[in-house]
């Protein structure tokens, strides 16, 4: 946090034109056991378990002095006249499939907090990642909302980007842009003034939805991103599927 903060950072940042950095997960994450096993770690961050804490690992300061040096990060880019956007997965927790380990949600309240299929001992996962959190409970509902307002209301973030925001769309098994999720935001008279920006898929039937985003959402756009990247390689016929698909 500190380093992102840092004056040759800052001034990089500027030089370049940036006016927003997106931040990969901070959310203080776990190393899968396979990772474990094979002496990696899970450096990408996609594996949430406190939705509260930032990182340690980020931490020039180490674990006590977390909160202050992001708190500290945000204000020096603010004063830049940089935007913080945090890259945030509230789809599925580090906890794993029915078989991983238990680290918190599911020694709680595991119908909860866990999407769970008509065998009451597996999980539905529309994430690929073992396990999808049950928003349309309201305990996990609120969960998130106390998360989201946490980082904008304390650590002064200005948005997020939500991981696999379609699986938070599904009231019961499709996707629903009048969901619970939706609502409860749109609603917020703080969240609903933060940057809001869906990657608008997931793993299960139906989850590809970009464009169907409710109002004051932005999207990932994953056909443009693909065609303008083939376009820069200079791949040939591009044309007609500009002017299809974007």
Avoid at 44 to 59: E, H, M, Q, V
Avoid at 178 to 196: E, G
Wanted: aromatic share 12%; hydrophobic share 40%.
């Amino acid at each position: 946090y500190a380093g992102l903060a840092s004056p040759a950072a800052i001034e990089h940042l500027l030089r370049l034109g940036v006016t927003a950095v997106e931040l990969l997960p901070v959310h203080y994450h776990s190393d899968e056991e396979f990772l474990v096993q094979r002496g990696r770690v899970n450096y990408w961050g996609y594996n949430t378990l406190g939705f509260f804490a930032p990182d340690p690992r980020y931490a020039a300061s180490g674990m006590d002095g977390a909160v202050a040096e992001f708190q500290a990060m945000v204000r020096q880019l603010h004063a830049a006249g940089i935007e913080v956007i945090l890259d945030v997965v509230y789809n599925h927790t580090g906890e794993g499939g029915a078989d991983g380990p238990t680290l918190s949600f599911r020694g709680i309240d595991n119908a909860a907090y866990y999407r769970l299929a008509d065998d009451r001992s597996r999980y539905v996962d529309y994430t690929g990642c073992g396990n999808s959190l049950n928003v349309a409970h309201p305990r996990t509902l609120q969960l998130i909302m106390d998360s989201l307002r946490h980082w904008v209301q304390e650590m002064g973030v200005d948005g997020f980007r939500f991981d696999l925001a379609s699986a938070l769309a599904r009231e019961l098994h499709d996707v629903d842009k009048l969901s619970a999720f939706f609502d409860i935001i749109l609603q917020d008279p703080i969240l609903s003034q933060v940057k809001l920006i869906a990657e608008p898929w997931d793993l299960g039937s139906g989850g590809y939805q970009v464009g169907n985003f409710p109002h004051l959402w932005s999207e990932w756009n994953g056909r443009y991103r693909d065609t303008i990247r083939r376009f820069w390689a200079g791949d040939g016929g591009l044309i007609s599927e500009v002017a299809t698909r974007l």
